[in-house]
């Protein structure tokens, strides 16, 4: 469906790309009551809502827009 929010899971993490910031909240909402009868809720931490343009990251990669494109790479490991 062209206007669905796509999930993208790694590991024990999801991002979900939504069309809009009033999309993002209410899938939020909606994960967040799929979860806790499952006793499992976010980190409120590492949990927020971003424009794909500030790009987000997590231990494993780093993603961001640029223009029409969106690129992952790995994170940088610390020396």
Same mark, same amino acid.
Request: overall charge negative; charged content about 15%.
């Given at each position: 469906m062209?206007? %669905?929010?796509?999930p993208i899971r790694y590991a024990d993490d999801f991002?979900?790309?939504?069309?809009g910031?009033?999309?993002a909240h209410l899938v939020r909402t909606r994960l967040d009551e799929w979860l806790r009868p499952r006793g499992l809720h976010f980190n409120e931490a590492k949990t927020r809502v971003?424009?794909?343009h500030e790009g987000f990251g997590s231990w494993a990669?780093?993603?961001a827009a %640029?223009?029409? %494109?969106? %690129?992952?790479?790995?994170a940088r490991q610390p020396s």
């Open positions: 062209p206007d %669905s929010p796509v991002v979900v790309l939504c069309h910031e009033d999309q971003v424009h794909l990669s780093q993603c %640029s223009g029409r %494109s969106c %690129s992952s790479n790995p």
